[in-house]
Nanobody, 122 residues
Framework: QVQLVESGGGLVQAGGHLRLSCVAS???????MGWFRQAPGKEREFVAV????????EYADSVQGRLTISRDNAKNTVYLQMNHLKPEDTAVYSC????????????????WGQGTQVTVSS
């Protein structure tokens, strides 16, 4: 079992940037790592996912070209670089770990962090 703790959220103006971090309590090299978000009144949605060794990311169409997932297995940390933020990016962002093959649906992930709030003002 692995515990995940996110940080780096906050309030930012539209067009700004943030970098989210997700630190795991143990090795993440055996896990596919993903980021998801949930806005008030909406269902959780996929944001980004990367393979166990990194360098093979997938993104939701809504964030493609603006958000970048990366991972440092030596530090047991996954990042989400968020650029050119929009008000519609406002949500709680959570990282998740999956022991199986790469996936983009939250139900397939095994472990979750508590989330970090990102608020983008217009």
């Amino acid at each position: 079992q692995v515990q995940l703790v996110e940080s780096g959220g906050g309030l930012v103006q539209a067009g700004g940037h943030l970098r989210l971090s997700c630190v795991a309590s143990g090795p993440i090299r055996n896990y596919v790592m993903g980021w998801f978000r949930q806005a008030p009144g909406k269902e959780r949605e996929f944001v980004a996912v990367d393979s166990r060794v990194g360098g093979n990311p997938e993104y939701a169409d809504s964030v493609q070209g603006r958000l970048t997932i990366s991972r440092d297995n030596a530090k047991n940390t996954v990042y989400l670089q968020m650029n050119h933020l929009k008000p519609e990016d406002t949500a709680v962002y959570s990282c998740a770990a999956r022991a199986g093959p790469k996936a983009t649906t939250g139900e397939r992930f095994d472990y979750w962090g508590q989330g970090t709030q990102v608020t983008v003002s217009s």
